[in-house]
Structures are given as C-alpha cells and as structure tokens.
C-alpha cells in the first residue's frame, strides 16, 4: 500500500475536476480530510479526490468517467452513517463523492402530501419545511442536525418514528438514481399504487451506494398531529414492558407513536453523568419506558388516550408508577432524556455496542438469554440495554466491567459481537436493525447470513454494478 | 403450435407426477380447465400438466427438474389475477404449479402481531384466522373468498385497506422462496427493522412469478379497531372530494381507514341494476364519497370523529350532503354498494376497462382531461369513474354509448386504453395501480416505460432466472 495519498493517475484527477470545477474538487488532504474521517473516529480511509458536484448531470458525468476508468466511487452525503458505508477504504484508489451540494427541496406536494427532495438536504431542513407547510415529515433520528437524506435512504434509517410511520424505506415512493454508467433512472414517482414491475426503488434504499447514487427523492408527508402527549412508566420486567406495548397498540393503534424501553442501568447512568437532566420518576424501577400518543384531533384527546392506558396498565399491575408530561416542556424533557443515554454510558468507560432486533414477542426472553451469554464472555461487564421495543430494536450496549481495563475489555469486541449475535439468529433476529452493513458488519454478515441470501444479492450487485465500482468493500 | 395438449414429453411428465404423486398430477384435461382459463373467460392458455405439491420439499423437487430439463413453470395460487400472470401460455409448453394444497396457517403470533401462512391459504381464511385471534388482517378485496395470499403477494395486491394499512408489500415481513434451481430462500423474518443487505424481499413481491415461487410469507397483524363508521357523502365536484379527503386526513390521519370515490354514473348503474341496494343519499349529486373510519377505542369515538369531519366539510361548504351509517348492517349496506359497482356495469354492455393510478393531487385533473381523450376516441362513451381515491387509483373505466354496439365499441380497446394511459403518464402516473402486468399490459409496458427501467428488470430477470423458466411471457 502507498503511504502517498496520490495513487489515482494526476490526469485522470485533472479529468474528473474538470467535470465540477477545480473550487469543488479537493485535493488538498487537509480539505479531504473531514470527508474521509467519520465523525467518532472509528473509520478512516484514503483518497486523493473528493467530488462536490452541483448537479444531476455532474454526477452522471462524474458515473460516466469512473465506470469508463474503473475509478471506485464512495457516495457520501452527511457522513454520520455509524459502520463505515460512507468512508472510502484505505487503498486510496477510491474517489468521494460528496452530495451535499444537491440540496434544493425541488417540490412540496400538500394535496397529494408528498415531498420531493435532493440527496444533500439535511434531515432537519427537510422536517422544518414540511412543518412550514402544515405537514409532518416523520423521520427523526439523533443526528438529523447533520445527516442528509440520500444516506438516511441509502441507509434505510430507522429513529424514533419508525413504530407508526415505519423505516426511511416506508417513506420512500421513489427515487432518482445515477447508475455506474451515468445513466439516470428517473422512478420520482409520487404513487402509493404502482404494479409496473419489479420494486426497483427498495433495491436502491438501503444498498449503502453499491448499487447507484440517488440523488433524490419523493417522500411521504402525514398530518401533523395536535396534541402529542408523552409518558414515562416504572415496570418490574421486561415481560411486564411488553404487556404494556400490546396493551398500548390495543388501545391507541397508529396513535401510538413511540414505545422506548430502558433498562435501570442506563437509566442511572444518566442521571449520574447528565448535565440538568430531571429525574422523571420519584422511585426507582428495573425497567422504564418512555410512550407517546400522538392525537390528530387535539391535546385534550390524546391526554385521555395517555391515561387510559396507563390506567389500565396499573390497574393490571403491569405498570408500577408512571407520569404523563404536564407540558410540552416537560415531554421534551423525557425525550432529552431517551437521547442523551448513549452519550451517558461513555463516562463509564469502553463499550461494545448491538445494533440488534428480534421479534417482539422475544425481546424478554432475549435479554435473558443475552445477559448470560455477556458475562460468559466477560465475567463483571455491565449490560446497558435501551431501545424501540415497538420496532423489537433494541441498542443492547455493553459496558466494561466497573474499575476494569478499557483496552482489555475492548479485546473482547469481537468474542462479545459473536456471543451477542449468536442468541440474535436463534431468535431469527438481525445482527443490523437500523444502522445498516458497511464495512463494520460486512465480513459477519458474509459468513453468517444464509448462504442462498449472499448469493442472491451477489447477483444483484453483479447485475447492477458489473464494474463493481460502486463503493466496494461495502456490505457485500 | 400443436393444437394436441401433449407437447410435452410423456416420459417428462411422468418424471414430474412422480413427485407428487399420480392424484396430485392432473393430465386429464377436464381436470385441467379450471387452472388454464381465468374466471372471466378472459384468459385461457395450454398446458399438459398440472401439479399440485403438498410441501415445499414438493415444489422444491418440481422446480429442480424444471431448471434441469428446462421446463416453463407457471405458478398459480388462487387463479383470481386479472391480468393473465397466472394462466400458463397457448403454446402448451409450459406446466401450472398449483400451490392450493399449501394451505397451512403455520403460527400466529399476537405479541408480534404476525401470522405465517403458506401461499395456498385463502385471504379471508386468514382474515378469519387473525380475526379469532384478536387482531385484523386488513388486506381486503373483492376476490377474498377465492384468492389465495401467495398469489396477493406475487401481484402485490392492493384493494380496500391500503390507506391506512398498505398494500400486500407493506403487509408482509419476510417470504420462503422456491428459485427457479429448487434452491429454497427462508426469509421468513418477523422483524419490523432489519438492515443487513439489499431488500431481497420486495423483489418476489409483486413478481408475478417470475423469480421464483413465493411458499410462504410472515405478515403483519394490527389491533382490532373497537369502532367503525362509515358515512356516505354527495359532493358537487372532484375537488370537492379532494378537499373533504385532505380535511379528514388532517382530523383522523390513521384512523381514515377508506377514502372511496364514486361518479354519478356507476352509482346511478348500480341503483338501477343491483338486487336490494338501498339509496344511500336522497338527493343525487355529481360525486359521491364513502368514509370509513376506525377507532381502536370505542363505536363512540369513532362516530364523533366521523361527525366532526362531515360537519366540518359541510361548514366549509366542501360535502353537499352527508348520511352516517346508524348500524353495522347500514355501513355494510354502504359496503355492498360500493362492491356492487362493478358487476352494475355489464348489463349497460361492453367496457374497456382501466386500473391507474396519479398523484392525489392530480385527480380532479385526471378526470377532466381523460374524459376529453375517451370521447375523442369514441363519441358518446360513458365514462365509469370509481375508485380508491385515498390512494389515487382510479377504476377509471368505460361504457359503451348507449344503444351502442358492443363489438365495433371492443375494437377500440388498444386506442382507448392508449388515450387513457396517455393522460395519466402526463399525470406520472401508473398505468397498473393495482392489478398487475401479465400478459395483459406486458407490451404496453415494454414499450411506454422508461427504457432504463425495463432494462434494470431485465437484469433482475437474468440475475434470478437465467434460464427463464418462471412464467415466462409475463411483465418482463
């Protein structure tokens, strides 16, 4: 391998900056350099050329030239994937292209409650815009600030909307894709209702840019809800977490709109390490969950709803104490206090982390079996499990043992991984329920998903992106 | 062509029966009839064979000899399709799998509100099924009785129930595939989020067989709703109706559970035809709505909710009359009425029939402008315009002029269907929302569609049936 970041041929670098102007092809490692990093560090990579195309037609041009040179191509939009899909490898033989220049919102649709947007909007812009319009675009995940939708599509992200309003892939009608070769498919269909042929569009979302780039999108729009209550519940079990949730959908339905588990430890992390975060229930209870109810007609209506389930709940003696939000204040704050979990397990030391899920009638049984398998691997290490029980997704953390060795414990990622994920698959889980492949799961997924499965989606890739151009070394 | 059934080598023939055994081997062609022409008479095709495998090892064994001796195999479930995807070819090359006898509800499982059901079960025996269970199957069309889900999974089919809950892809989680080599793909996941690898699934949903042969299917269950309304209402326009379905979608979101358009004309057909339907509205008006909406709470619930959103459209002038269904025998008499429709049309003589799909937004336009292109072709043409307007799929079709002539009107099926389809291509739309392409729009496709997306599934094709022995002739 080169130490040299210059592997790609001088002129073939002077060809494709031709294509966006020398302003908006980098070639300086220290502007390269946020585009080849991801944000925690995790993963670096090499390359000599970063792309920012300002157009459709710059990125089929940009196709065009790599697939005629064989150039690898990494797509990236807001580099905040977490398993390296974005990240060019180390070889330095790929080129980054960057998205976030196409991030014009081309169109929003009230009547038909559609919006069309490019690769490189940012997810927030892309909920205040529909909220500008009286419509609510749902998806809604920790670094929406900063992530751009063609990654959260690419991805297929997941978040805190998925148990109503479902994955980014449910929210997707069609897409604008440039294939290898620079042609463009234009699927930005606005149809909930379309049998012309095979479903394409579920191809490109979720395929982490090794099928093609997408470039943009229509996306669904719903009704902005009136009243949005929010309630945090004590529970003795996770099986007692799980009656509540079938009695929750019972009674509220799609109303339903959020269903967070957390276990006691993270929930004392947080409040042991968190800056000015309120603790939500007087007494202390081995699990919690944090619900809301989403009305469409008013608060007053979706109040009732809170509480005739949490009453039915106590009465049922599944649920132990629980508290609605008085205000909108205070809801916001049982939300602060879900989001800042992950960032409260740090102080605690290193951690291994399970991006799991199972069925939902197994999540107890699940942590049971999880637990024993943990401390089989690392005798003392602290299970630090929160998540969307409603989607049976659960982050199943794990934290080094109290007063133990970091770097130690850290060597046990992979034993842990294997250990985690084997009692996953025996409950017919997945070892990736939001945050996708990459290259952190690319080699596990490979030897342990079924055979017949890998090689289906080989012949995917092999159809789609003969070349094998599209950024390779990612999930398959 | 052999005008003999017997194109097949009898030695081959033998090899197949004997895998399931002589009286699950249909050779006799009165035994044949019924699995080679579609119900309508629409259809009819030639074959020699007919299996009917009682496992999927069965089918497994079928399709190795099919790939091995090259032999076209058309799968069949429930022999309801409406677009000649299940009913085998007139060169008598092909033979039917009929996938009937894999009628086994393998597990209900209410705490992930999932069933697995084998492809032969007949939807509304599933329906029944999560019914007994406590929970709601909502894929619902007219063919219930009859169609089986593995043929609703391979047409991906649509119906009542996609407002709120989807179409048969949303509906399902995870599929068994037999491949075209006899190689079985489990993916029968219950997971709500799993993010390891391109969508394999979405791929044999809504494939018409062409891939390979769905077997069996985990699919969604929700709650029971507790309360369900159903109103009729007179509008004096199209737009009017878009507005009252923007108001309701705004005052119930979810719990919209229909959302159905009728003309005057397909209502006053079925007054005038139809054995005991009652009138719903006194007055007659232009268009007509039918409202459903449920309520997971209770029957009261939903008829504020359902009375809120009439007198609203009233107050703003958008519905000109409204009547809510004051029992459950009324709202299924509202039903009837509207399921009627269809069958009213034939006594008004021969109709070309259109199943499409627009933007919401575009309907009223839709409308206007189709009706200039029917006439354009055809003088005095009735336009019957029924459909699911919440999704935007229009049944948009044609009646004869009155005191025409059947056959001369018939002749016009290509140039008709071409006008029709023209406008909604200028609308983006679809030209199969919901049906499917078979052998019916399987030329009309190839020929309108983006190239690039007919060549995208060409790959596919040749990715998953290289030999192209899955149904060969149909969508692709």
Redesign the interface.
């Known amino acids: 391998m080169n130490d040299q970041p210059f592997d790609l041929d001088p002129a073939l670098i002077d060809r494709f900056a031709a294509i966006v102007g020398d302003k908006y092809a980098l070639r300086d490692q220290a502007d390269i350099a946020p585009y080849i990093t991801e944000r925690r560090g995790l993963w670096h990579g090499r390359t000599s050329l970063v792309l920012r195309p300002g157009s459709v037609e710059e990125v089929s041009r940009i196709m065009r030239l790599a697939t005629e040179t064989g150039t690898p191509v990494v797509p990236q939009s807001g580099n905040t994937g977490l398993v390296g899909a974005q990240v060019p490898d180390k070889s330095g033989h790929d080129i980054v292209l960057s998205l976030s220049r196409l991030n014009r919102i081309r169109e929003i649709?009230?009547?038909?409650?559609?919006i069309t947007v490019e690769a490189g909007v940012i997810l927030q812009t892309l909920q205040e815009a529909a909220d500008a319009a009286g419509r609510l675009f749902p998806l809604s995940l920790a670094a929406q600030g900063s992530c751009q939708i063609g990654g959260n599509l690419s991805?297929?992200a997941?978040g805190t909307g998925?148990l109503?309003y479902?994955?980014a892939?449910?929210l997707c009608l069609g897409v604008e894709v440039v294939?290898p070769t620079g042609?463009?498919?234009?699927?930005?269909?606005?149809?909930?209702?379309?049998?012309?042929?095979?479903?394409?569009k579920?191809?490109f979302?979720?395929?982490e840019g090794t099928?093609g780039v997408i470039t943009a999108a229509v996306l669904k729009l719903?009704?902005k809800?009136k009243g949005r209550e929010v309630a945090f519940a004590g529970l003795s079990s996770a099986q007692a977490a799980?009656s509540l949730f079938?009695l929750a959908?019972?009674?509220?339905?799609?109303?339903l709109t959020a269903f967070e588990l957390i276990a006691k430890r993270p929930y004392d992390f947080t409040l042991k390490h968190a800056q000015g975060v309120t603790r939500p229930l007087a007494d202390d209870w081995p699990w919690y969950v944090l619900m809301q109810i989403?009305s469409?007609?008013s608060e007053e209506d979706g109040r009732a709803?809170i509480e005739?389930i949490l009453s039915a709940g106590l009465e049922q003696g599944v649920v132990g104490d629980a508290v609605v939000a008085s205000s909108l204040a205070q809801g916001d704050a049982f939300w602060n206090f879900r989001e800042t979990l992950p960032e409260c397990q740090k102080p605690e030391g290193a951690s291994i982390k399970h991006d799991i899920?199972?069925?939902?009638?197994?999540i107890p049984d699940f942590i049971e079996k999880a637990a024993t398998a943990v401390v089989s691997v690392s005798p003392g290490a602290r299970v630090v499990c929160f998540g969307?029980m409603g989607?049976?997704?659960l982050h199943y953390n794990i934290s080094r043992p109290e007063g133990g060795d970091d770097e130690a414990f850290l060597g046990l990622y992979r034993p842990m991984n294997n250990a985690v994920h084997d009692v996953v698959r025996s409950f017919?889980?997945?070892?990736?329920?939001?945050?996708?492949?990459g290259q952190l799961?690319r080699d596990e997924?490979i030897a342990t998903?079924?055979p017949?499965?890998?090689d289906?989606?080989r012949?995917?890739?092999?159809?789609?992106d003969p070349a094998g151009i599209m950024n390779p070394g990612k999930?398959?």
Chains 1, 2 share one sequence.
């Open positions: 649709d009230v009547l038909s409650n559609t991805s297929n997941g998925v109503a479902g994955n892939r449910e294939l042609e463009v498919f234009d699927d930005l269909r606005k149809l909930k209702k379309d049998n012309t042929g095979y479903d394409l579920n191809l979302v979720g395929a099928l719903f009704p809800p799980l079938t959908m019972d009674r509220a339905g799609a109303a989403s469409g007609r709803l005739e899920s199972v069925p939902i009638a197994a969307h989607d049976g997704n017919h889980g997945s070892i990736s329920a939001e945050h996708g492949i799961k997924l998903a079924p017949m499965a890998i289906l989606m012949r995917v890739k092999a159809a789609f999930v398959i």
